[in-house]
């Protein structure tokens, strides 16, 4: 039981090969002050990777400040990052610290870098480079050890290309990329989301469902997941407040999800929906079956040989199983 917890890794749920090779980098890089740049659709969980790098890297009891780069005026932002010395404009009445000094020896979280304006991203270049900063309206430097990790939605190389963004910085920033793959790239950590979210809500809102039914998984499996991650979170949460027993039907999942075609199930991944070892034994031999007879376009010996049992244990189980051959 806890399957979540026992793929993950600083509360990120993911057992695909693509997530664990990325839990493998940052095991790796978390220590260094390297610089990294992660990218990824909206809700693939950049945000999480960066806490884990923090959290798991020698500066953990010093801050990480996360600062969206969308969204706040230019020159707010500028002294929100560098801070600003009494006066430096007409509503400075006070020395304001910036949240590079407030990181000092933590990590700074710079998300939606890509809508960083030009101006600012000349002063980011030179505070990266120099380790230090200058607040507004101030004439003197203060040294600053901060680590810098950024996220983007938004596709910086592109932006470089066409002058939106300074290659220089791209550059300084970029000296590791780590790539979140979209949740539909890696369908396989999908029923563990599942199952980790309704854990989840299970304890926020007082909850008791027990499981996701076989049909309502199938689904959540084909769906192409636009919003990723936070999407699975929303809609199981959703699911979950409509449903009327302790398990979540298909009848409950957001209109979008039933459009979807229910085409096959991926072969790569297995549904638990009883705990019963035989008939479950049962379901994973015929997967393994079927999909051995489609390798071999139906030769019998050599599927046999890949599914390491002898021929006439395969036409047995072909019958039982009434696989078509
Ligand atoms: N692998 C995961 N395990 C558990 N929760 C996850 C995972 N990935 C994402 N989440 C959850 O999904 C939500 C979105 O994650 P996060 O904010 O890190 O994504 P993001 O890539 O930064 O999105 P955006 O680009 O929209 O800011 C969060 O609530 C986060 O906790
Ligand atoms: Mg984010």
Avoid at 146 to 157: C, D, E, K, P, S
Avoid at 190 to 215: C, M, S, T
Avoid at 229 to 244: K, Q
Wanted: net charge neutral; aromatic share 8%.
């Amino acid at each position: 039981m806890d399957a979540p917890r026992q793929y993950s890794f600083a509360n990120i749920i993911a057992r695909s090969h693509k997530m664990q090779a990325i839990f493998q980098t940052i095991r790796k890089i978390a220590d260094f002050k390297t610089s990294i740049l992660i990218t990824g659709e909206s809700g693939t969980g950049k945000e999480l990777i960066a806490k884990a790098i923090h959290y798991n890297s020698g500066r953990a009891n010093n801050p990480m400040i996360a600062v969206n780069c969308g969204g706040i005026p230019e020159t707010l932002l500028e002294s929100e990052l560098f801070g600003h010395v009494k006066g430096a404009f007409t509503d400075a009445y006070r020395v304001k610290k910036g949240l590079f000094e407030e990181a000092d020896g933590g990590t700074l979280f710079l998300d939606e870098m890509g809508e960083l304006p030009l101006s600012l991203q000349v002063k980011l270049l030179r505070a990266l480079q120099e380790d230090e900063i200058r607040p507004l309206g101030d004439s003197k430097t203060v040294k600053v050890d901060v680590r810098i990790i950024t996220a983007t939605a938004r596709n910086l190389g592109d932006m470089v290309n066409k002058g939106l963004f300074r290659e220089d910085l791209f550059y300084r920033i970029n000296v590791l990329t780590i790539e979140m793959p979209p949740l539909r790239d890696r369908r396989e950590d999908i029923p563990l989301l599942a199952e980790h979210f309704v854990q989840k809500y299970n304890q926020r809102l007082g909850l008791n469902i027990r499981e996701v039914h076989a049909d309502c998984l199938q689904r959540l499996m084909n769906y192409n997941w636009p919003g990723n991650v936070r999407e699975l979170e929303n809609v199981v949460e959703r699911s979950m407040v409509l449903a009327e027993k302790d398990i979540l039907t298909m009848e409950i999942l957001p209109p979008e999800l039933l459009r979807q075609s229910s085409g096959p199930v991926r072969d790569d991944v297995f549904f638990w929906d009883e705990f019963s070892i035989k008939s479950n034994s049962k379901k994973l031999e015929k997967q393994l079956i079927t999909k051995a007879m489609a390798e071999t376009k139906g030769n019998k010996t050599k599927a046999a040989s890949l599914l390491e049992i002898s021929l006439p244990a395969l036409l047995y189980k072909i019958k039982e199983y009434t696989i078509e051959g």
